[in-house]
């Protein structure tokens, strides 16, 4: 089948809105009502499902005219990586680097318009004022122009790559559980110290054979961070991680590893998704290796921390850790991810426009719970199965994102029937 198709600007296709943080800032409105939507909420995913912050209902109303309903289309409008695009699903709020579409679904359908712009990042950059920090304005960004059928055309391609999202979604929420068991098990070892406690009262730690429950003790003993098994230690964060600063020049290697700047480390992930082209690689590198950590160090709040699956490189604003022993690789990838390990590095930040981690003596300095190389090794071999499936998880989801991206272009600009795809659709839901 097809379609007649026409060009409109984007304000045409609905009301424009340009996000506004809440005057005095968001931690002024503090509360859980109403997501704050910031570009780091970007994952790659269709749907912006969760945020980093939220602010209070009263947060929201002292923005009233910015509040963005359910449905809308995001686009990021300002920095160097300015062009992501989703939907939220749900009556938000967000800062003033994103431009909202509130999309006249009589006309329009946001999933189409999300799909129309997931491939033009770089124009959208290109169109752009400013050279420090490049800004897409309102007025600008209400000009961009895009193709589109009607809205019963717009649908029938929609319907053509949705199958893809979906199955990506499918893969990322079983990534969602596996990293869900790796917490559950390393807060029942390492900070509620079930297994000990279990053992106290006479019981067999709960989902655990009896060779590993003999790896802990019966007893607790007292410590500067409370009661800890008996004979495990205190030690501070630089005992288990180490940071690495192999710093290298942009060239003939860079231009041949993934490269992983801050913005390519998703929030509150531990397992990486993306990385840029190395010939994006330009200044303030450093090396990572398979299996080292990646903590964001520029705004920790924002609690990107993952491990990397491959050798690459970074920039400087994310800290590369390496664990000093092999067997404490899960242990030291959930303890840098913990949440209280985030609030301490941003606890201890320095700069107040934009907030920066440090090191040494300081980062390094966290005090923490050091077990026995025993206890490390048994989670160590539990855990590293699930950061495998996980890791490979990210690899169908790359291959399936490739397949939908080079189909996308050509039915957002009409280069391909419906009526051919129809074999294409039923691959993607097997």
Known sequence: MSFEWKTY???????????KTPKGGV??????????????DFSGEKWINQSTRSISELGAQSVKGSIIPARAVLITCIGSDMGKVAITPSRCVANQ???????????FSPEFLYYSFRLRKEEIRNLAGGSAQPILNKSTFGQISFAAPDLNGQSQIVDVLNPFDDYIRLLRETNKTLESIAQTIFKSWF????????KMEGRQPE?????????FPS?????????????????????????????????????SLPYVPIESITAMNPFLENFKAGDEAK?????????????????PYFHKVSIAPFDGVTRTTVFVLSPKVEVARAYALFLAFDD???????????????????WKGSFELMPVVVPPEKVLKKFDHLISAVIESAELNIKRIRGLENIRNLLLPKLIAGQLRISDMAQVEENAEM
Request: proline letters at 5%.
């Open 97 to 107: 680097q994103i431009n909202a579409i509130i999309v006249d679904e009589s006309k």
């Open 219 to 255: 007893q607790f003993e007292a410590s500067k961070l409370g009661d800890l098994p008996k004979n495990w230690k205190v030690g501070n964060f630089g005992e288990i991680l180490i940071l690495r600063s192999e710093r290298i020049k942009s060239g003939t290697i860079t231009d």
């Open 207 to 215: 989902g655990m054979d009896e060779e590993t429950a003999a790896l």
């Open 340 to 358: 209280s390990t985030v609030k301490y590095a941003t606890h201890h930040s320095e700069g107040s426009t934009i907030p920066y981690a440090r």
């Open 27 to 40: 931690s002024d409105f503090v509360g859980e009502e109403v997501p704050f939507i910031t570009p780091p």
């Open 191 to 198: 900070v509620d110290f079930d297994p000990v406690r279990a």
């Open 9 to 19: 600007r984007l304000c045409e296709a609905g009301k424009i809105l340009t996000g």
């Open 283 to 299: 200044s303030s590198l450093v090396r990572f290796y398979k299996g080292d950590i990646l903590f964001g160090a520029m705004r």
